[in-house]
Structure formats: structure tokens, C-alpha cells
């Protein structure tokens, strides 16, 4: 009975998992082959409007995982070692991002920082600046949208850290800050590493949030994304545009994933 | 019963493979039903395929329609087709109306790549085109006209006519220029820009200087001067209507204006051709005609 139940079991693990793969791969190909078969795909890759926004998406991008690393680290560490008072709504209100669409990040930033925003307003009436249709607006989307991806992994990967190593550190004479870089961050660095794919990988794709609070201009809050479907809703790329610039994000994507393989590998067998 | 048992489990995958195809395919279930619901209606399909649209358009009491019929419509029509929607309805209780707004470039753009529709009512002839070049729609008629407008924030926005638009440092907002309202906003800035009559010959340079958003639709726009975001923004004068507590309208000077004229037609790839035609037929009869103005669109 249990044999046949098993094989049952195996043969059913195996056909969905098989429907499931497909599913995965289908679109992936679908897109490739319309790419190949379009006859302006390589002359659309060139096109200034194409060149701006992967300008614009990689910068921001790179700003938004710098930020991300600067002020998520300590955020990290701190919820990962130190029990404070309200640790768990500051570990909460982490997640919160994760789980809320984007777009509803997009209204919260406009509703603070917009020109009618609590924040936005004051800023205005002191300093005459504004957020919106900014590249700075773009870059605070990604960072409330992809940050929290950063500082999750980050704090997982400080909390597999062996204390007692530490200790040992501290015995030997070495101070906190170099313990902190010779034996936390190296033992914590595929976790580290993780968190940065995933928190540049979410910045490049945040679109929601940015059309909302930053708007759609070319070279300045126009990214891939935005680019993206602005050309499926008929901007001069056209469908053509939409499916050359998708097909640049999937092969970054793609050696990004690659070379985080590689290097977690590597990581891995020292 | 134990052998009884393990047969039965050995059904499982194919069962749990044919579940997860049938849920992949529940979505296009309902448009299955509706194309055969069509020719199930009192009338034989062949007498009302031919007859509807002229026959509509004439006789107060159609052909009673039934099923679901798609409409893909211009942003700016949201608040009239629904209107007109409730009343099809009504008129046709087998019928059904889904409506999916968007800028009309984006909904040719979609029609162009197979969306399943039935109808499509543009903002422009040129969305139109698109969508009849590619041999989607035979033939439109023009069923609305509209006026652009700028909109500027009920208080606290430097553009009070609309010539201050060129002035340096104001937030303006545009749907972007493949979106009809935004292709009509570019050529009345250029109007504007004419050597004879016009403002001033860099008057459309200084203006689309100040463009700091091209948005996806004339209801982004909307909202963006809505929220007080933007200055100004150029809109229809049917959008601003709806949003009066928000926003002030600001004439664009008839020299320069140009009225938006909107086309609706058929699609060839109606799955309910019949409804499609009763849909154009009612909109451009008495009743969807009189709904329009009430929305204050003008006669085409």
C-alpha cells in the first residue's frame, strides 16, 4: 500500500511541478522569440529614450542599495543584537513595505511628502523645495519599496553570526568596530549579499510607488519600468520598444542572479 | 479496500494536473458562455446581425441584446459610459457592459495585440486609425466632441490665464504625447506659437519646458493638479467638471483651441458582434447622446 501511495505521491510531485515549470518558462520564451522576431529590436536598444531610462534605473538603483546598505545596516544589526523597547513594531513596520502593494507606498509618500504632504508642505513653505517629479522622488520610492528586502536578509544573516567567536575577538583585544568588519560582516556576507540582489533587484523593478509620487519624465523619473509601460500605452517606442526594453531588464537580471550564484558559491566552499 | 484505496490515489496526479488546467483556463470560461448565449437570443442571428445598427439608430425599441458586450473607452468617457452602461442595462436586462478606461492609445495598443473587445470608443481619430489600419475595426463614426482646458489648483497656483503657462517655474502636467489629450495640448501650445495670431513664436518651447510629468491618461492629470502637485494641467472640459471642488478651469483661447473629436466603432474581433453594434448604436442614438451632454460632452 505504502509503495503504491508513494509512487503516487512521486508521479503527482513530478507532473505539477513539470506544469508548474512550464508555466515559469513559457513567458520567458514567449518574450525572447518576439524580440528576435521584431526586425527594430536592436535599433529600439539604442534609441536615446532607451539609453536615458537604463541610465536613470541603474543610477537610481545604485543610489537607492548605497542608502539601503548605510542605513539598513545598523537597523539590522540592532534588531538582529539588541532587545530595545519597541523592537517588534520597528520589526514589523520593516515588513510593512513588503506586504503593502507599491502603489500603496506611492500614495503614502505623496500624502508626507507631496506638496499638500504633513512633511512635503513645511518643506515647501521653508525652503521652497519640492519632492515630486524629481529624481530624488524616484530614488525615495525605491528605497521605502526595496530597502526592507536588504534589511531582513541583513538581520537573518547578523542573527547566524556566532556570538562566541565574537567573544573571542574581544578577548584577543580587538575593538567592536574590528570585530565588527573581520568577523560579523564576513560571516554574515552571503546573507549581506543577498539582501543587496534583492534590494537592487526590487529598486530596478519598483514601478508603482514611482509613477504615483515621482511622475513620468524622460531622463529624469522615467526608469525602465516606467519606460516600459509608457511604451505598451503607445509612447513612440511603441510594443516593439516595450518588448526590447523588457528584454534588457530579463538578461540583467539574469547575469545578476548569475554572478550572485558564483559568488555565494565561492563564498560557500572557503 | 486497500487495493480500492491505492488505485484511487493513483487518479490523484492526473486529477490535480486537469484541476490546475482548468483553472488556468477558468478566466476565458465566461466569454465562452456569452458567445453562445448570443445566437440563443429571441431573435435569429442572421436577422439581427445585419439589422442592428441601422435598426437601432432609427427605432426607439431595438432588438433586445444579451450578454456580455466590451467596451474599451477613451479615459475621459469613464463617467458618461458608465451612466450609459446603468441605462443599456436596464434597457437590455440579458446584457451586460464591461468597460475598461484607459488613454485611447493604450487601449488600441492592446486591441492591436489581441485584447478580447468588442467595442472601442477613442479620444482621436489617430487612436482609431491605428486600430483600423491594422484591420481591427471596419469603419467609426464620430459620436462626442470635447474642449481641452487648462486646470490650475483652486488656490495657490501662479497660472491665472493661459499664457502665464510659459512662465518660468511652473509645475506643469501633460498625459504624455501619444495620449490624445496630450497630442491636442502639443498642437494648441504650436497654435499658440504661429507667427500670425500667436503669443509668442517660443511660446510652445517655454511651455513644454515646464513639463514635469507626462502622464499615462487625462485622469492622471487630473489628479496630479487635483492633489495640488501640479500648477496647471491641460485636460477636457468634462474632466474638470468633475473635479469643480478641486480645481479651477482656465479657458484656452478659441484661436487656439481645438475641439477633440471622438470615434467609436465595432471591433471586427467582437466575440459579441450584435451587442457591439446595439452598444454603438445606443450611444450614437438619442439616449446615449442625450447621456453625453448631460456630461457635458458637445455633438459631434
Same mark, same amino acid.
Given at each position: 500500500m505504502t509503495s503504491h501511495l508513494d509512487r503516487a505521491a512521486s508521479v503527482t510531485v513530478v507532473a505539477l511541478g513539470l506544469a508548474f515549470a512550464v508555466f515559469f518558462v513559457v513567458p520567458f520564451v514567449g518574450l525572447v522569440t518576439r524580440a528576435l522576431e521584431e526586425p527594430d529590436t536592436w535599433e529600439l536598444l539604442r534609441a536615446s529614450q532607451v539609453r536615458q531610462a537604463l541610465t536613470l534605473s541603474l543610477w537610481t538603483s545604485t543610489v537607492t542599495v548605497a542608502l539601503a546598505l548605510l542605513a539598513g545596516t545598523p537597523v539590522a544589526y540592532l534588531l538582529a543584537r539588541v532587545s530595545f523597547p519597541g523592537r517588534s513594531i520597528v520589526d514589523a513596520l520593516i515588513d510593512l513595505p513588503i506586504v503593502l502593494p507599491p502603489t500603496v507606498a506611492g500614495v503614502a509618500l505623496l500624502t508626507a511628502?507631496?506638496?499638500?504632504?504633513i512633511v512635503g508642505e513645511p518643506i515647501e513653505e521653508l525652503?521652497?523645495?519640492?519632492?515630486?517629479?524629481r529624481t530624488t522622488a524616484v530614488i525615495m520610492a525605491q528605497l521605502l519599496v526595496a530597502a526592507p528586502f536588504y534589511i531582513r536578509a541583513a538581520r537573518s544573516g547578523f542573527e547566524s553570526v556566532d556570538v562566541q567567536q565574537e567573544r573571542v575577538a574581544y578577548t584577543l583585544g580587538a575593538s567592536k568596530v574590528r570585530t565588527f568588519f573581520r568577523i560579523t560582516v564576513p560571516q554574515a556576507s552571503p546573507a549581506l549579499l543577498a539582501g543587496v540582489v534583492l534590494c537592487w533587484a526590487r529598486a530596478m523593478g519598483e514601478l508603482g510607488a514611482t509613477l504615483i509620487?515621482?511622475?513620468?519624465?524622460?531622463?529624469?523619473?522615467?526608469?525602465m519600468p516606467l519606460a516600459i509601460i509608457s511604451a505598451f500605452e503607445?509612447?513612440?517606442?511603441g510594443v516593439a520598444g516595450a518588448i526590447a526594453l523588457s528584454l534588457i531588464l530579463l538578461s540583467t537580471a539574469l547575469a545578476v542572479l548569475v554572478c550572485f550564484r558564483l559568488a555565494t558559491g565561492r563564498g560557500g566552499r572557503q | 479496500m486497500i487495493k480500492s484505496q491505492g488505485f484511487r490515489w493513483s487518479l490523484v496526479p492526473i486529477l490535480l494536473v486537469v484541476a490546475f488546467a482548468f483553472l488556468l483556463a477558468a478566466c476565458g470560461s465566461d466569454d465562452d458562455d456569452d458567445a453562445e448565449s448570443t445566437p440563443a437570443s429571441p431573435a435569429s442571428p442572421a436577422a439581427t446581425t445585419p439589422a442592428s445598427t441601422t435598426a437601432a439608430a432609427t427605432s426607439p425599441t431595438p432588438v433586445p441584446v444579451t450578454g456580455e458586450v466590451v467596451v474599451f473607452a477613451a479615459s475621459s468617457l469613464t463617467n458618461a459610459f458608465k451612466e450609459a452602461g446603468t441605462r443599456f442595462e436596464e434597457k437590455n436586462p440579458k446584457a451586460k457592459v464591461t468597460f475598461n478606461f484607459a488613454a485611447s492609445s493604450a487601449l488600441a495598443t492592446q486591441i492591436n495585440e489581441?485584447?478580447?473587445?468588442d467595442v472601442f470608443a477613442s479620444a482621436d481619430a489617430n487612436q482609431m486609425k491605428n486600430v483600423t489600419g491594422k484591420g481591427n475595426a471596419a469603419e467609426s463614426v464620430i459620436f462626442a466632441a470635447n474642449l481641452p482646458v487648462v486646470v490650475v489648483p483652486?488656490?495657490?497656483?501662479?497660472?491665472?490665464?493661459?499664457?502665464?503657462?510659459? @512662465? #518660468?517655474?511652473v509645475r506643469l502636467v501633460l498625459a504624455g504625447p501619444e495620449v490624445p489629450v496630450g497630442k491636442y495640448a502639443r498642437e494648441i501650445l504650436a497654435n499658440a506659437s @504661429? #507667427?500670425?495670431?500667436?503669443?509668442?513664436?517660443d511660446f510652445a518651447g517655454s511651455v513644454l519646458a515646464n513639463v514635469k510629468s507626462n502622464e499615462a491618461n487625462v485622469r492622471a492629470v487630473l489628479t496630479k493638479v487635483q492633489l495640488g502637485e501640479a500648477d496647471a494641467g491641460i485636460v477636457y472640459s468634462t474632466d474638470a467638471a468633475i473635479a469643480t471642488a478641486d480645481v479651477k478651469v482656465i479657458e484656452i483661447p478659441a484661436a487656439f483651441n481645438i475641439i477633440a473629436q471622438y470615434p467609436i466603432a465595432a471591433l471586427k474581433?467582437?466575440?459579441?458582434g450584435a451587442a457591439a453594434r446595439a452598444w454603438v448604436a445606443f450611444i450614437t442614438g438619442p439616449e446615449g447622446q442625450a447621456i453625453l451632454a448631460q456630461f457635458g460632452f458637445r455633438k459631434p
Open positions: 511628502f507631496g506638496r499638500r504632504g525652503t521652497g523645495f519640492t519632492f515630486g517629479f509620487f515621482a511622475g513620468n519624465f524622460e531622463g529624469k523619473t522615467q526608469t503607445g509612447s513612440t517606442l | 489581441g485584447a478580447p473587445a483652486k488656490s495657490g497656483s501662479p497660472v491665472a490665464s493661459f499664457s502665464d503657462l510659459a @512662465k #518660468p517655474g @504661429k #507667427p500670425a495670431g500667436g503669443i509668442s513664436a474581433g467582437a466575440k459579441n
